[in-house]
Each structure stands twice: as structure tokens, then as C-alpha cells.
């Protein structure tokens, strides 16, 4: 059930994003001032807008989680943040690359936007070692799920404060998003947007579907050969149901 | 719900005055790495930023010692199936267990706050004092806040004091960076300027919301 619609959605996504770097690469102009690498721009900051949504929408799942006992709820969540963890290192690397080419360093500590990245990430990595290191599964759950609603709500406030803390500092010299962009960037942008976006709603239905398949073959290998046949399961931090 | 968190206040602070577990250790820690950061930054005297990121990256070091030992009588000595037996409020554990911390914390910068004038401060601190009071208060709720519900989700792990530190830490970022702004100009080498109001909204921001956020999601820490 979880299969359904997955290959429609996964060949969308496959188009947009093919149709994205077409533009980004034949269409849309180099940048006057930083050249080619500026293209970067359309691989980095859509990434890190998706991956800051699927962070902020684990965590409303994981409020559905808590208000309705539904195990499947923090499969869900746990799937976001696993995707999003995924996606912010490539916010990181992709960043760090672009800090290199247009800076010259690898890290620069006036990018409030990178900098935020860098903690929300840190917080994040601790997801997986907390779901790991609580043995009761109904309680792994529940914790993971406090956690992700803390997080999520972390998320916005340490934008802010941290952009707060550069834009006092130092004088902004230049503006990553929005309205700056001549309008073909701003379309490319846009397509590359939405691609990102589809490729993380595919991957966390893939990923979805995946689980419950393993579930069920579980489940059916249990009622085929009796419960003390099958290995038991593994203690791990992935949910299961 | 005031009698409940009273109760367990009481509770909290008779035990801490009877076996003195976690403010001598976390000033005692507070004293050390003052004298750490001398020999770390080979300075005789700080000002200035150095001297608020001083000052507070110590204090928020001291108060994951004690957030580590906040749960751990409960956990061990039975105290949450005690609590969860009694027919009272769930976040009256919270909120007692959150001025709990706060006391100790406060306990701690009476000491701590002091030793840093004489040891490592350059300016003098008497004129910086009311403002350097009321940013201490307003970061103490946030970091009680935040420890305390990091303290009750890592108290049930297995690697309880691993936990702590990693999942406070990154949150607390927003405090240490709006608290150590806001004490810069306070340490300024030609005596304290002004302090800086906005970092001030900040902290009060980020306590509200958190400590919103904390009530609703204590009780799902407790269930069993």
C-alpha cells in the first residue's frame, strides 16, 4: 500500500530534476560576478530548504505520534529526519565548496546560514545514537518523538538568532535567496526547488514502502515457521512495527 | 500543582544540602577551568567578548554536570514510580525539577561569578553588576529549561552521560550566543557600556517558547 503511486512520483521526479540542470547548466546565465561556480547555488540552497522542511515535518508528524499512539506516525518521522540528516551533509559539503570558490576558505563564519546548518546538524546527529541507546521500542518511540518536536522547533529559532548575531556584527555583503535574482535564475531556481522536493518525497515513500515490506516478510515467516525458528531482531534505532 | 512542585522542591533541595552531590562539584569545576582557560589562553586578564565567552562557555559546562545528576535518585532509588503513584499533576515534576536546577545554578554563580572578577577579569565588575544579574537569570531559565527535559530523555538511555551533553549542547546554542553578546559590552575594557536590550528580548524569546514547549511534552517522558 505504501508501493502505491511510488513509480508515477519517482518518474516525475526523474523528469524535473533532469529539466532542473538543464536549465541550471544551458539557460540560465553565469553569474556576472562569481562565474560558473555559482551554479552551485542551485543544488545548495534548495537542498537545505528541503532539508530544514522535512526536519520541521518530522517533528509535526511526531506531534500526530504523540497525540495518537500510531506507531506508523514515527516510522514517518523517522524516515524525515533520516532523509533530512542525509540532505545536510550535502547542504555542508556543497556549501563549504562554494565558501572555497568564492571566498577562498573552506569554512566562513559570516554565513549565518551555513553556520545555523552546521548546529542544526549536530543536533540532529544525536537522533540516531538517542533511538539507539533505549532498548524499550513503545519508549524508543516516544523519546524519539519528544526529541523531534523539540528539534523542529529548535530549528527556526536558531536561524534566527544565529542571523541575528551576523547580521549585527557584520554588514551582510550579499544576500543568498529571494528577491536579488534576475527572473531566469529565479525560474531555475524554482524548477531545481521543486525537483529537490520531489526527490525527497520520493526517497521517504521508497524508503516507507521498504520498511513495511521487510515488516510484513517478517511477519509472514513468523506465522510460516513458528516464532523460535526466526532469528530475533536486532536492537536498532529504526522503528519497527 | 503549587503544593506538588513544593513538595518535591523541598524534596530536591533537602537532598542536595544533605549529601552535597552536585553544586560543590560543578562550582569546584567552575574554579578549575578558570584557571584552565588562564593557562589555555596564556592571558593574565580577559576583556571584552573574550571575557563573556569565558564566563559563560564555564557556566554551561557547570550546569551539564549537574543536568547528568538531575534524574539520577529518581531513577535509581525509585522516585518516578513514587511520582507517578501520587495523584498530582505530571508537569509539577518538571517545573520543580526546573527551579531545582535553577537553585543550583544560582548557587553555583555566587560562587563562580566572583572568583572570575578576581581571577581572570580585567575591568572592574561593580558597574556591570545589575546587568550582568539580570542576563544570568534570563539564560539560567533557558539552560534549566533545556536541562531538565534533556536530563529526563537521557536519563532512561543506556549511555545517559554521553546523551546529555549531546543533545544539550546544540540547543543551547542560542542561549550561549544571546547571553555572551549581551555580556561583552558589559566587560568592555573602558569600563561597562550599555547592554544590549535586543539579546535580552532574545533570551526571554527563547525561555518562553521552550519552557511552553517543555510543558507540553514532559508528560510523554513519564508514561509507562
Known amino acids: 500500500m505504501y508501493g502505491k503511486g511510488l513509480r508515477p512520483l519517482a518518474i516525475t521526479t526523474a523528469l524535473v530534476l533532469t529539466g532542473a540542470f538543464a536549465l541550471v547548466f ?29 526536519f520541521v515535518a518530522a517533528g509535526i508528524m511526531a506531534v500526530q505520534h504523540l497525540r495518537t499512539g500510531d506507531a506508523r ?25 562554494w565558501a572555497k570558490a568564492s571566498w577562498g576558505a573552506w569554512w566562513v563564519w559570516e554565513e549565518p546560514m551555513l553556520v545555523s546548518f552546521l548546529v542544526v546538524f549536530l543536533l540532529y546527529a544525536t537522533y540516531q545514537p538517542l533511538r539507539f541507546s533505549i532498548e524499550d521500542r513503545e519508549r524508543q518511540a516516544r523519546y524519539a518523538s519528544v526529541f523531534a518536536v523539540l528539534a523542529g522547533a529548535f530549528v527556526p529559532i536558531n536561524f534566527a538568532a544565529i542571523r541575528m548575531a551576523e547580521a549585527y556584527i557584520h554588514p551582510r555583503t550579499f544576500a543568498t535567496t529571494g528577491g ?14 521543486a525537483g529537490m522536493t520531489l526527490l525527497f518525497a520520493t526517497l521517504w515513500k521508497y524508503e516507507l514502502a521498504s520498511k513495511h515490506a521487510t515488516f510484513q516478510v517478517r511477519a509472514l515467516r513468523r506465522r510460516l515457521l513458528g516464532e523460535d525458528e526466526l532469528a530475533p531482531v536486532r536492537r536498532s534505532a529504526a522503528p519497527t512495527l | 500543582m ?49 571575557a563573556s565567552g569565558v564566563l559563560w562557555v564555564t557556566l554551561l559546562f557547570a550546569a551539564i554536570l549537574g543536568v547528568n545528576r538531575l534524574f539520577v535518585a529518581e531513577a535509581e532509588q525509585g522516585g518516578f514510580d513514587g511520582f507517578l503513584l501520587a495523584p498530582v499533576d505530571r508537569t509539577a515534576l518538571f517545573v520543580a525539577k526546573a527551579l531545582a536546577l535553577l537553585a543550583f545554578l544560582l548557587c553555583v554563580e555566587v560562587v563562580a561569578v566572583p572568583a ?24 539560567d531559565v533557558g539552560i534549566c529549561v533545556i536541562g531538565t527535559l534533556v536530563a529526563a530523555i537521557a536519563i532512561r538511555t543506556r549511555a545517559r552521560d554521553l546523551i546529555v551533553p549531546l543533545l544539550a549542547l546544540p540547543l543551547l546554542v542560542p542561549v550561549v550566543l544571546a547571553a555572551a553578546q549581551a555580556t561583552a559590552p558589559l566587560f568592555a575594557q573602558g569600563g561597562a557600556e550599555a547592554l544590549p536590550l535586543r539579546w535580552i528580548a532574545t533570551l526571554a524569546l527563547y525561555d518562553g517558547i521552550f519552557g511552553a514547549i517543555a510543558f507540553a511534552v514532559f508528560d510523554f517522558l513519564l508514561e509507562d
Open chain 1, 26 to 54: 544551458f539557460w540560465a546565465p553565469n553569474d556576472a560576478d562569481q562565474g560558473l561556480i555559482q551554479k552551485i547555488f542551485y543544488v545548495h540552497v534548495p537542498m537545505g530548504i528541503v532539508a530544514l522542511g522535512g
Open chain 1, 73 to 97: 506516525w514515527d516510522l514517518r518521522s523517522y524516515v524525515a529526519i533520516h532523509l533530512s540528516i542525509v540532505l545536510a551533509v550535502g547542504v555542508l559539503i556543497t556549501g563549504m565548496i
Open chain 1, 180 to 193: 536579488g535574482l534576475p527572473g531566469d535564475m529565479l525560474i531555475t531556481f524554482l524548477v531545481a526547488l
Open chain 2, 2 to 50: 503549587r503544593h506538588a512542585v513544593g513538595a518535591l522542591l523541598r524534596k530536591d533541595l533537602a537532598l542536595e544540602l544533605r549529601t552535597r552531590e552536585s553544586i560543590p562539584a560543578m562550582a569546584l569545576f567552575s574554579l578549575t577551568t578558570f584557571v584552565i582557560f588562564h593557562f589555555g589562553l596564556d592571558r593574565r586578564s580577559v576583556e571584552g567578548d573574550l
Open chain 2, 116 to 139: 572570575f572578577a578576581v581571577l581572570l577579569l580585567g575591568p572592574a565588575p561593580g558597574p556591570a553588576l545589575p546587568g550582568l544579574v539580570a542576563v544570568l537569570l534570563l539564560a
